[in-house]
């Protein structure tokens, strides 16, 4: 992830941690030996690892950080085993700087940090101390206060006889949102709602920890105040269909298609851009080059959403006609595969239901179309909005008689499978409560 194409950011903290001058003002509890034998800070412990939790130590920068941040440094394993981390967000629980002195004196025992009298987040990497660490390789974020593991990732970093250094680390707090990545490689990506462990927490200081016996080495450490999210393109929403999704011109009123609606039910941050044509099927809008039309235009995150099947079930047109189980699936892949190959998300929608009211039921005529669909989207793992079944259950909540009113033959008295604009709208909010129930393109 390139979070400064994200974030807006600001740098507000940078100290190259080159030598004693730049660690003025740093604390440190417990024992430690600090060199820069390289122009970069190494840190070591001073006591034998045999003294358990004693041994080990805590190093803060004294500034104190806002709540949403961008963490960075350069990282080098040099001796192991052993472990690092680092504390964000640390204050009193009460909300003291972690340096007042009515907070109890601590000396690096790890149970100050997690069961004293401060809250923060630890994020631990390089886990090598104990045998069952070295034997599988993870990155843990803790809520403090309390011991409480939230988040879990596997540890790129090699051994250190295989480390090609530097590694640089990246820690991201913005909001509830908690982000770390190892050269770019996201571990994990945490939201810290109020189910864990309670409220997230804010700003406050950051601190580097070590386990005896490790030694390594730390440069570069910046962090940046995040303003908020960088403004990017709107995601585009190009649509694939027939004469049901078309949009048409004011003089064919009262027909609609759906996608001539669906825009209006979201912000300018999502926008529609209908392709759909009446009376083409999945080969054919192929074969004018319609698709090629969209995958000229479409980029990465967009959405292809593709609706065919009332034409390609016509044999009586075999220009038009798909057979369900071969041709039909295989056109379908051609549109999903084009979408991929752009880096955006193909969505099928099995086709509507028409008007079709028999023995008090409205039925669907193209059950093959859709069930071939559905093993489509299964064997590609491409979303599926089954629209055949939302608007067959919709047609039989309000009934024939105000059904019929979403159809053109309440205008011209024989059209069942063409809607009024009432329809269009109807079934663009049908489409809409799916996407949200389905969690993508919500509103």
Same mark, same amino acid.
């Given at each position: 992830?390139?979070?400064?194409?994200?974030? /807006?950011? /600001?740098?507000? %903290?940078?100290?190259?941690?080159?030598?004693?001058?730049?660690?003025?003002?740093?604390?440190?509890?417990?024992?430690?030996?600090?060199?820069?034998?390289?122009?970069?800070?190494?840190?070591?412990?001073?006591?034998?690892?045999?003294?358990?939790?004693?041994?080990?130590?805590?190093?803060?920068?004294?500034?104190?950080?806002?709540? /949403?941040?961008?963490?960075?440094?350069?990282?080098?394993?040099?001796?192991?085993?052993? +472990?690092?981390?680092?504390?964000?967000?640390?204050?009193?629980?009460? &909300?003291?700087?972690?340096?007042?002195?009515?907070?109890?004196?601590?000396?690096?025992?790890?149970?100050?940090?997690?069961?004293?009298?401060?809250?923060?987040?630890?994020?631990?990497?390089?886990?090598?101390?104990?045998?069952?660490?070295?034997?599988?390789?993870?990155?843990?974020?803790?809520?403090? %206060?309390?011991?409480?593991?939230?988040?879990?990732?596997?540890?790129?970093?090699?051994?250190?006889?295989?480390?090609?250094?530097? %590694?640089?680390?990246?820690?991201?707090?913005?909001?509830?949102? *908690?982000?770390?990545?190892?050269?770019?490689?996201? *571990?994990?990506?945490?939201?810290?709602?109020?189910?864990?462990?309670?409220?997230?927490?804010? &700003?406050?200081?950051?601190?580097?920890?070590?386990?005896?016996?490790?030694?390594?080495?730390?440069?570069?450490?910046?962090?940046?105040?995040?303003?908020?999210?960088?403004?990017?393109?709107?995601?585009?929403?190009?649509?694939?269909?027939?004469?049901?999704?078309?949009?048409?011109?004011?003089?064919?009123?009262?027909?609609?298609?759906?996608?001539?609606?669906?825009? #209006?039910?979201?912000?300018?941050? =999502?926008?529609?851009?209908?392709?759909?044509?009446?009376?083409?099927?999945?080969?054919?809008?192929?074969?004018? &080059?319609?698709?090629?039309? =969209?995958?000229?235009?479409?980029?990465?995150?967009?959405?292809?959403?593709?609706?065919?099947?009332?034409?390609? #079930?016509?044999?009586?047109?075999?220009?038009?006609?798909?057979?369900?189980?071969?041709?039909?699936?295989?056109?379908?892949?051609?549109?999903?595969?084009?979408?991929?190959?752009?880096?955006? *998300?193909?969505? +099928?929608?099995?086709?509507?239901?028409? +008007?079709?009211?028999?023995?008090?039921?409205?039925?669907?005529?193209?059950?093959?179309?859709?069930?071939?669909?559905?093993?489509?989207?299964?064997?590609?793992?491409?979303?599926?909005?089954?629209?055949?079944?939302?608007?067959?259950?919709?047609?039989?909540?309000? &009934?024939?008689?105000?059904?019929?009113?979403?159809?053109?033959? #309440?205008?011209?008295?024989?059209?069942?499978?063409?809607?009024?604009?009432?329809?269009? =709208?109807?079934?663009?909010?049908?489409?809409?409560?799916?996407?949200?129930?389905?969690?993508?393109?919500? *509103?």
């Amino acid at each position: 992830m390139n979070w400064k194409e994200r974030y /807006d950011v /600001d740098l507000i %903290y940078d100290n190259p941690l080159q030598s004693e001058n730049d660690i003025q003002g740093f604390r440190l509890e417990g024992e430690a030996d600090l060199s820069f034998p390289s122009q970069r800070m190494r840190l070591g412990n001073q006591m034998d690892a045999r003294e358990g939790q004693k041994s080990n130590f805590v190093f803060w920068c004294p500034e104190n950080f806002p709540s /949403d941040i961008v963490v960075t440094w350069d990282f080098w394993p040099i001796r192991e085993p052993g +472990l690092c981390m680092l504390f964000f967000s640390a204050m009193g629980i009460d &909300g003291d700087d972690i340096f007042d002195p009515k907070l109890a004196h601590r000396t690096g025992m790890y149970d100050q940090y997690h069961h004293g009298d401060m809250n923060a987040y630890h994020v631990s990497y390089y886990r090598r101390r104990w045998e069952e660490e070295r034997a599988f390789h993870t990155c843990n974020l803790r809520k403090s %206060y309390g011991f409480h593991l939230v988040a879990q990732g596997a540890d790129p970093i090699p051994d250190v006889a295989d480390a090609q250094g530097p %590694y640089r680390i990246t820690l991201i707090k913005h909001g509830v949102e *908690i982000i770390f990545m190892i050269n770019d490689l996201t *571990i994990f990506h945490w939201h810290d709602d109020k189910s864990f462990y309670g409220k997230s927490l804010g &700003g406050g200081k950051i601190g580097f920890r070590q386990m005896a016996p490790f030694i390594a080495e730390y440069a570069n450490l910046k962090v940046y105040g995040i303003n908020g999210m960088v403004q990017t393109k709107p995601v585009t929403v190009y649509l694939a269909g027939d004469s049901t999704v078309q949009t048409y011109e004011a003089d064919s009123a009262p027909q609609a298609g759906w996608g001539q609606f669906i825009g #209006s039910y979201y912000t300018e941050d =999502i926008q529609f851009i209908n392709h759909a044509i009446g009376g083409r099927s999945s080969k054919t809008f192929v074969e004018e &080059g319609r698709l090629d039309a =969209i995958l000229e235009e479409i980029s990465a995150n967009d959405y292809l959403m593709i609706q065919m099947g009332h034409n390609d #079930s016509t044999k009586s047109r075999p220009e038009r006609y798909t057979d369900p189980y071969t041709t039909y699936k295989q056109y379908l892949r051609m549109y999903i595969h084009g979408a991929r190959r752009h880096h955006a *998300i193909p969505i +099928l929608i099995t086709p509507m239901a028409r +008007l079709h009211y028999k023995d008090d039921v409205f039925v669907n005529d193209f059950p093959d179309y859709c069930n071939a669909m559905k093993q489509v989207a299964a064997e590609e793992s491409v979303e599926l909005i089954d629209l055949m079944t939302r608007s067959l259950t919709y047609y039989s909540s309000i &009934g024939y008689d105000e059904a019929s009113t979403l159809f053109m033959i #309440s205008s011209n008295g024989t059209d069942c499978t063409h809607f009024t604009e009432k329809g269009a =709208i109807e079934i663009a909010k049908l489409l809409v409560q799916a996407m949200a129930e389905q969690n993508f393109l919500s *509103i």
